[in-house]
């Protein structure tokens, strides 16, 4: 049977003239490999069917370490010169040979060695996701283009696609034998950078379902932690809604790794996420109006270029290392006091110290470490302070005994201390509800997510001044 690329090829062979048939035929090509893998950048060259020069290269801008792949279209389907050409084409550039025919009884083939890939329409045509398909077979298709070895015919491919899916299926439920097919197929069909990546990923379906490392059917990692690009492939795949199982990888993973993937607002994020906050710790926060980050839907965390957000309709609350990275470059209206205790009022916060602005002066009002949000006395100084009264900056209590100081020209908040860790959940939720005037809709939505403000411990407290921090 003709697959959908082989007639669109053929279509664009019957153009009279030799440059319009060549550019057809790779453009019709590139659209197939960028319909693959979204986030590959596929660029055609002037050549065609040249002996050295490739018709087209694939990059991945997005993951600038991954390397570039060459791609030479071939319009004879002669096995033979086929392995004879891909011998000759150098390694380094990762060299794919498409024949625009058909490849017949491809086990018969030498296999290539190493990085290369022999393959024909109907091999790119079976990469191609349909519809509504689930994600670990498009999965498995961006890992074929990027680091698909040996030779793949239309049938081939559509198996590599089914192996590894039930392995990941039988990954998830512990099961060792069709686990240990999928690591083995895809150990035979693509390199070794990808093929460990893939692996890594059914190990850590694996382990989430509750399995010990040490009985994984594959190659055994060194470590029970999870690495970056296992962690991208979780995010990636087909929504788990398991919360055990989200929380069993929360254990294996910590903040740093989180960043290092590439940008995304997947569903499994949100699972993930829901987990963490309890669990991992920063040292800042902060709240900027307005959205970051393409197709960040309201009220959903967001990984976007090497930042932890979380994305609201009317903010974003980006979380940090450290106040210094977060890079706060703009400046925002005082709130008044009033303003600030209402919100400390509202959400249970205490507040220890706070430091204010009336006209060109400055005035700070602080205690032992108390809550100094109701004090009789700043309700004094207040009234007898005509002008108006705006916080600079104040000091609060989150429940895990931590102070934050949150600074609210330019709307941060980071903990006293240079060691200090603040779990995701108080630092993000006190961050907002102080920073933020927030609706009782908007309010519902962060105890939602974040959980109730809580209370800190009753223990008494000692902390730097203000000026100090």
């Known amino acids: 049977m003709v697959n959908d690329l082989a007639q669109r090829v053929a279509q664009a062979m019957d153009e009279p003239d030799d440059q319009t048939m060549f550019s057809r035929i790779k453009n019709t090509v590139a659209r197939r490999l960028k319909e693959t893998d979204p986030q590959a950048l596929v660029t055609t060259t002037e050549f065609f069917n040249h002996t050295h020069v490739p018709d087209l290269v694939v990059t991945w801008p997005r993951r600038p370490s991954t390397p570039s792949r060459h791609i030479y279209l071939r319009t004879t389907s002669n096995q033979q010169e086929l392995d004879d050409d891909l011998h000759r084409l150098p390694s380094e550039n990762n060299p794919v040979l498409l024949t625009l025919g058909h490849l017949e009884a491809a086990e018969r083939l030498t296999e290539p060695s190493g990085n290369k890939l022999l393959l024909d329409t109907a091999a790119v045509d079976s990469l191609r996701p349909a519809a509504g398909a689930p994600d670990i077979p498009q999965l498995v298709s961006r890992s074929v283009l990027e680091g698909g070895r040996g030779t793949l015919d239309g049938s081939t491919t559509t198996g590599l696609l089914i192996t590894v899916a ?9 099961t060792p034998g069709p686990t240990q097919r ?4 895809a150990s035979d069909h693509l390199n070794q950078q990808v093929a460990g990546r893939l692996s890594s990923f059914l190990a850590a379906l694996w382990q989430g379902s509750g399995n010990t490392l040490a009985n994984f059917p594959g190659p055994q990692r060194t470590t029970e932690g999870l690495d970056v690009t296992a962690l991208m492939y ?10 055990a199982f989200w929380n069993r990888i929360v254990g294996m993973l910590n903040l740093a790794a989180l960043l290092q993937v590439p940008s995304t607002a997947a569903a499994n994020l949100q699972h993930l996420m829901r987990e963490a906050i309890s669990q991992w710790t920063a040292r800042a926060c902060m709240v900027v109006p307005g959205s970051r980050g393409p197709e960040a839907g309201p009220w959903k965390w967001v990984l976007h270029d090497g930042d932890l957000v979380l994305q609201t309709p009317r903010f974003h609350a980006v979380v940090g290392t450290s106040r210094k990275a977060l890079n706060p470059a703009e400046r925002y209206d005082l709130p008044s006091l009033e303003e600030i205790r209402a919100r400390a009022e509202r ?9 204010m602005s009336v006209t060109d002066r400055h005035i700070g009002y602080g205690g032992a470490g108390d809550d100094i949000s109701h004090d009789q006395k700043l309700d004094q100084l207040s009234g007898a302070i005509n002008e108006a009264k705006l916080v600079i900056e104040t000091d609060a209590r989150v429940s895990s005994g931590a102070v934050l100081n949150c600074t609210f020209g330019n709307r941060t908040a980071s903990a006293h201390g240079s060691r200090t860790q603040v779990p995701l959940d108080a630092l993000v939720g006190t961050t907002i509800r102080l920073q933020t005037k927030l609706t009782d809709e908007e309010g519902s939505t962060v105890e939602a997510l974040l959980g109730a403000q809580g209370s800190p411990p009753e223990a008494s407290w000692s902390q730097p001044r203000l000026d100090e921090g």
């Open 166 to 174: 039930d392995g990941a299926d039988a990954a998830r439920t512990g």
């Open 182 to 185: 999928a690591v083995q197929t």
């Open 234 to 243: 979780l995010l990636e795949t087909e929504e788990i809604s398991d919360a």
């Open 347 to 355: 959400f249970g916060i205490p507040l220890t110290q706070l430091r």
